[in-house]
């Protein structure tokens, strides 16, 4: 009986998928990839592979970039600056505790990065989509 109680407990991170995304890939202003369709339990591992970024959430439109110490809104997250100067390639996990569209950008150089297009979407959907979000970041 134990066993089968411990088994149905660990189903869901059994079948939580990781995503994977480069932050700053080629030394570029970039997340790669920059959307992801993620479910309840997934995680997602930003891992920075240049400079000095920030993986932070912000919102759809309006005062985009920079986003604000701590991210915006509810299950929003901010992974603070995270260096690879000295090549460490720092990572930052989130785990997806819903399924709402929610977009992010890095904070460096007060938003230049952001407004520059590094951006990102979780779970962007047909009335807010990750093409609207980034142009409302290069205009923000």
Known sequence: MFSK???????????????????GAANGLTFTPATITAAIGDTITFTVLSRNHSVTTTTFSGAVCPPPPGGVGPNGFDSGFLSDLDG?????????????????????????????????????????????????????
Do not use: W
Request: proline share 6%; glycine share 4%; aromatic share 12%.
């Open 88 to 140: 460490s390639e720092p990572t930052f996990t989130y785990t997806v505790v819903d399924t709402k569209p929610h977009f992010g950008a890095c904070m460096q150089a007060a938003g230049a990065h952001c407004r520059a297009g590094m951006t990102f979407a979780i779970n962007p959907n047909s009335t807010q989509t990750y093409a609207q979000f980034l142009a409302n970041a290069k205009a923000s």
């Open 5 to 23: 109680v411990l088994f149905l407990a660990l189903i869901p991170s059994i079948l939580a998928a990781n995503f994977a995304v480069s932050v």
